[in-house]
């Protein structure tokens, strides 16, 4: 096939990627640790551990797995918790005993924690004591044997973690009732692992693991398979694109992406940690001012997440007086960057906002665009190295360049399927292996791709194809509109109409206002025909809008 975005790599950038150079990611894992021994790791709640407390602190909780509880190479470990220092640890001393993890959700409900558990077959969880009470609920029901609680400071030093824990649980009211007395605690897990023997098993590429699920948002999750071969794959494709742009156990990421989440955990946790970088992890980003009070006393280099914590930090007091000298990247991805938010982004901190694509299945990495790109250019990139992207009709037939279709994707960082699902997995590939994103797009001359939409959310209106990427675009633009979610609702005339439904910063917005404003900027058909101004839209835990809440709040279905 024509690869078009071969000539539009930055100079240097190699056409593939060396995808052999690591056995396993527990051998990226060592050789880093290794490397980086006094670098700082991880930060939270004002502590620091570094890579050589990282080394020790997941060898201990890994003997531990092994010797204490007996899980073998290839069993199922479910972690349930925000962005805290157990967090990486957990993930780290997992793979290192060779277990597959399973992120888990910590905002789940009972019943969808119960499905994910029982889909994964994880016999083991470590949960944060926040979420112990939904875990009570449904663990007799499940194959979970095995419970490892933790509590908020349990890596902070004393007295600050006496502090913090009394807080959360008795101030702020965060740790419902619960009891788990088979259950042991998270620092005792450790302390007992370090007088065990701890044994790096045999890991190979074709090892799973994650169980990364997928779906929440349109229907029941499914457990995407991500292999040892595909996450490390993704590393070294997405290395020779941001490497030569960072200085090794230098630079400063915020994480304020939950590690359970596919972007943070792949760009922020692997990544990151393969060039001795210390993540600063936010275990609460949704706590606006709390989280920019926090980045004014990090001088940081790197920042990702999606739009609307973008979005968010913009509209949040102090922000625009932080000292940006420091920084170098910001990625947005999870879902489409509006070029209004962008542009401000832009005019604040002094760096551009870049745009890259991935999903679960593909661990994630697609496309991104080039780091020496220096403004925002609506794109979601070009394919990175060893990676393929097509556009598709319905009818599986190649289209051309600048013909809109399905992307569908090719590379070793594609999964293999979804776990003990057949059925879903038949209908995301076809016969020559593409694996088909549902997202709509299409190739411009220079091999950059641009997603209109997913195809799922596509309304149809009188036979009209309106994308509600674009007219949340539209109203996004608007500067009292904070945020809008737009969906396609059942129509007697036209088939489908569409809505908008709007948060706005300026209690003084009205509907006519919205409407003039499309009409400046839309043609008739794609004008939404209800409008509704709200306090908030539903979202996922990353920020990411849900029109399916929204369909189901609005029109029952």
């Known amino acids: 096939m024509s690869k078009e975005w071969l000539n539009s790599y930055p100079p240097g950038t190699p056409a593939e990627a060396d995808i052999q150079a690591y056995s396993s990611l527990v051998d990226v894992f060592n050789q880093s640790c290794g490397q980086f021994l006094d670098k700082p790791a991880f930060s939270n709640f004002g502590t620091q551990i570094s890579f050589s407390e990282l080394e020790q602190y997941t060898r201990d909780l890994a003997a531990y797995l092994q010797q204490k509880l007996g899980l073998q190479k290839g069993d199922k470990i479910a972690i349930m918790m925000p962005n805290l220092l157990q967090n990486p640890i957990s993930i780290f001393a997992a793979l290192r005993a060779g277990l597959t993890v399973v992120n888990t959700n910590p905002l789940y409900t009972a019943d ?24 009570q609920q449904v663990v007799v029901e499940t194959p979970i044997k095995n419970i490892i609680i933790s509590r908020m400071a349990d890596m902070i030093p004393f007295p600050k973690s006496f502090i913090i824990n009394a807080v959360v649980k008795y101030v702020k009211k965060l740790v419902p009732a619960y009891s788990m007395p088979n259950s042991i605690n998270f620092k005792q897990a450790l302390a007992e692992g370090k007088q065990c023997s701890y044994s790096q098993p045999d890991i190979g590429l074709d090892d799973f693991a994650f169980l990364q699920y997928t779906g929440g948002t349109t229907g029941v999750a499914k457990g995407a398979i991500l292999t040892h071969g595909n996450m490390v794959a993704n590393l070294q494709q997405v290395s020779p694109w941001i490497e030569p742009f960072t200085k090794k156990g230098e630079e400063i990421i915020i994480t304020a992406l939950p590690l359970y989440h596919i972007f943070s955990l792949l760009a922020n946790c692997m990544f990151f940690m393969k060039i001795g970088a210390l993540n600063y992890l936010i275990t609460n980003p949704r706590d606006m001012k709390g989280f920019v009070k926090e980045l004014q006393g990090v001088k940081f280099s790197a920042i990702t997440g999606v739009n609307t914590l973008f979005n968010g930090l913009l ?130 001359e220079q091999g950059f791709f641009q997603i209109v939409d997913r195809k799922k959310d ?30 396609g609702i059942p129509d007697n005339e036209s088939g489908e109409l569409v809505m908008a439904v709007i948060v706005s910063n300026d209690k003084t917005l009205t509907l006519e206002d919205i409407r003039a404003h499309c009409k400046e900027h839309l043609t008739r058909y794609k004008l939404p025909k209800r ?27």
């Open 458 to 487: 596509m309304i149809l209106v009188s036979g009209f194809n309106v994308y509600p990427n674009e007219v949340e675009a539209v109203i996004a633009s608007h500067p009292d509109v904070l945020e809008v979610g737009v969906i």
């Open 112 to 135: 969808e924690l119960k499905h994910q558990l029982n889909d994964s077959g994880a016999t083991t969880i470590i949960v944060l004591e926040n979420f112990a009470s939904v875990l």
């Open 315 to 444: 509209n949040t007091p102090g922000f625009s007086d932080i000292d940006f000298s420091h920084l170098k990247l910001t990625l947005g991805g999870g879902m489409a960057v509006q070029k209004s938010v962008a542009e401000r982004w832009q005019e604040v901190t002094g760096q551009p906002l870049l745009e890259a694509y991935g999903l679960t299945e593909t661990s994630p990495a697609v496309c991104i665009n080039p780091m020496n790109q220096t403004d925002f250019n609506g794109k979601i990139g070009l394919p990175i190295p060893s990676t393929e992207c097509c556009i598709k009709d319905d009818n599986n037939k190649e289209l051309g360049i600048g013909e809109t279709g399905e992307i569908c994707i090719r590379g070793p960082q594609v999964t293999q399927g979804y776990y003990n699902r057949p059925d879903e997995t038949a209908k995301v590939f076809d016969d020559d292996d593409w694996f088909h994103s549902g997202d709509i797009g299409f190739m411009d």
């Open 531 to 557: 409008l509704e101004i709200v306090d908030e839209v539903p979202k996922t835990n990353v920020g990411k809008i849900l029109r399916r809440k929204l369909r189901e709040q609005f029109t029952g279905y």
